[in-house]
């Protein structure tokens, strides 16, 4: 049973066999327990046992009814009904002969409960898994609520969606929970990790979900496909634009797979814009997707049926504008040959961005940068990319340009281009791959307009793939929620965003929250510094999860990245930073 600020009516039910039962009786259960809302709500517990192993209920609260025989032998179901919970959480353990099963329900009130933000797909059984990492970036403990809504393709169409859920960082569970919403209850500056689990049967569940909080917590998703262990880790998206923008690249045999979801409980029609990479617009008048309150779709943008053929083999950009009076997510996934790597694609929000920092780039040794660059402004904007060392001086990579022609190439320490309104802008640095190491570094772009994008990292040797959005926050605090267990190490870098030489604090907690290490990190004027986590600086992070964080010095900016490397897996994905 899971610690709760508010109190937990700890009444237990027991299912257990007779007291005469035999040796040769065994007893299981279909799953480790479920959730309810505050609502309450109809569930069952399906029972195996042999033929002719009793077994009984005994021990109701009041606040769970049966709605079937207390008794049965053998295989059978137990149904009940859980009643409308106008108080705070509570909890119940069940047993059968050892076997634990949990009922717990979402408090009536929450004070202080807010909505924090959401994620545009999930994607659970027949392969998928998707892991939610929640972090408090508080002093003070918060409940989180999650919540999950499907898609009208799943079985149970539109609206809650049941998952089968795991904790990784509690106890080992016999089986696990099913919820479609949940509360838990997270101390100061800890991490909660919430895996979808279960029989990896068909059909695929997909939808969105929903992040509420009683204090400041932040998060992510890491969407893992068990066949080609690929993974690709999705930002909580906690921002509220006016449109979302998705840069696609159909050419050479690259997909883009795109969700929608929309937070609202009104029903939305969402209105899309497809543009070239030229800014051109490419989609009909009048181009809109609907969807139902708190629904979700999902599909291939160039698909002939379900997406926008018209994008087939182009570059460019979809906007989705959200409508008035409600608020949408939006996110892609890049599919990349020869082995269907996979990638997020972050949403660039019309949002007033205007340039930013990336905190790494790789070129040579098999690595290769790209960077995308949107105007997602209605006129022209002047853009200055510019790349340095890790001592902050003037970097000279190799460029090229995939969009002029067969790709112009040069040398140089920065690009200075004008961007058409709605255009696209690719640049690609990939040094030759005999270089006996990496060229590494960081990058700043300026412009007078609105412009963001992102940065692919990309390893040419087998084309695995990781992409980071460009820094445009300037918080007071980034922190990365690692995972250093098994055979997953982190990458970390950091880089400066000023004129002058910044000192910057560093605290790195295990997953409790308990501080296990200070640092101080020093940066020269724009310098950059990368590492690996737990080998490389801050051995106490060997073999565990937890989090680390970087303090904005005073006066300055910084960027902060990860990098997740799942080393039996041959795969690499990036871990965006949390604003504090």
């Given at each position: ?5 508010y ?12 007291v ?14 479920q ?5 309450g ?16 209920v ?5 606040w769970?009814t ?19 919970n ?7 353990a069940?047993a059968l002969a050892g ?24 994607a659970?059984?027949e ?21 999950f809504?499907?898609?009208a ?5 539109n ?13 080992a ?46 998060g ?5 496909q ?20 998705l840069a ?5 045999g690259?997909?883009l797979?795109?969700?929608?979801a929309n ?26 997707i609907s ?37 949408i ?16 694609i972050?949403?660039?929000a ?6 930013g ?14 960077f ?26 190799p460029?090229s ?8 190439a ?11 309104a709605?255009a696209t ?7 030759p ?10 990058a ?5 307009g ?6 692919i ?5 087998d084309?695995?793939?990781a992409?980071?959005?460009i820094?445009?926050?300037?918080a007071?605090?980034y ?9 997953i190490?982190t990458?970390?870098?950091?880089n400066?965003?000023?004129t002058?030489?910044?000192?910057v ?9 308990a501080?296990?290490a ?8 724009n ?29 300055a ?10 080393a ?7 871990l965006p930073?949390?604003?504090?």
């Open positions: 049973m899971h610690v709760r600020q109190a937990l009516f700890a009444l237990a039910i027991v299912i257990c066999g007779g005469t039962a035999s040796a040769q009786c065994s007893y299981g259960l279909n799953a480790g327990g959730a309810f809302t505050p609502a709500g109809n569930g069952s517990i399906a029972i195996t046992a042999p033929q002719g192993c009793a077994w009984n005994t021990g109701i609260p009041g769970v049966l709605t079937s025989s207390a008794t049965g032998s053998g295989n059978g179901t137990v149904t009940y009904l859980v009643a409308v106008a108080g705070g959480d509570r909890s119940s069940i076997v634990s099963f949990t009922l717990e329900q979402e408090a009536g009130t929450l004070p202080g409960l807010a909505f924090i933000g959401s994620l545009a797909h999930l659970a059984a392969n998928w898994t998707t892991a939610f990492t929640i972090v408090n970036k508080d002093t003070i403990s918060a409940i989180a609520r999650l919540s809504s499907g898609d393709i799943d079985p149970s169409g609206g809650a969606l049941t998952l089968p859920l795991a904790f990784p960082l509690q106890p569970a016999a089986s696990p929970m099913l919820a479609a919403s949940l509360d838990r209850t997270v101390t100061p500056n800890a991490t909660l990790i919430v895996d979808t689990a279960g029989a990896q049967v068909s059909p695929v569940l997909v939808g969105s979900a929903q992040l509420m909080a009683t204090g400041s917590v932040d992510l998703a890491i969407f893992h068990i066949a080609t262990k690929q993974e690709a880790v999705v930002p909580l998206e906690t921002r509220s634009a006016r449109s979302y923008l696609f690249d159909n050419t050479g690259l997909t797979g795109v969700a929608v937070i609202s409980a009104q029903t939305a029609s969402i209105p899309v814009i497809i543009r070239s990479d030229d800014g051109t617009v490419i989609s009909a008048p009048g181009t809109a969807l139902a309150g708190n629904g979700h779709t999902s599909f291939g943008l160039a698909d002939p049926v379900l997406g926008f053929p018209v994008t087939a083999d182009r570059r460019g950009t979809i906007e989705f504008d959200t409508p008035a009076g409600g608020r997510s939006v996110l892609g996934l890049r599919f990349t040959p020869p082995n269907n790597a996979l990638t997020t972050p949403a660039i019309n949002v007033g961005t205007n340039g920092a990336i905190a790494h780039l790789a070129t040579g040794n098999g690595w290769q940068t790209t995308v660059l949107v105007n997602v402004g209605a006129i022209a904007a002047q853009v200055n990319l510019n790349f340095f060392d890790d001592n902050g001086s003037p970097l000279s990579l460029l340009f995939p969009q002029s022609g067969g790709g112009s040069t040398v140089a320490p920065t690009v200075n281009r004008l961007i058409p709605g802008l690719i640049v690609e640095s990939a040094a791959q005999s270089d006996p190491a990496p060229t590494v570094g960081s700043q772009l300026a412009t007078n609105n412009v963001g994008g992102f940065v990292f990309r390893y040419n040797l084309g695995q793939e992409v980071v959005p820094e445009n926050r300037n007071n605090a922190i990365l929620a690692f995972d250093n267990t098994g055979d190490s990458g970390v870098a950091i400066s965003v000023a002058q030489v910044v000192n604090p560093v605290t790195v907690r295990d997953a409790t929250g501080r296990i200070t640092d101080t990190i020093t940066l020269a004027p310098g950059h510094l990368s590492f690996t986590l737990g080998s490389g600086k801050y051995p106490a992070t060997a073999g565990i999860r937890g989090t680390i964080e970087f303090d904005t010095p005073a006066n900016q910084i960027g902060v990245l990860g990098i997740r490397i799942p039996a897996a041959h795969t690499f994905t990036t930073a949390l604003a504090k």
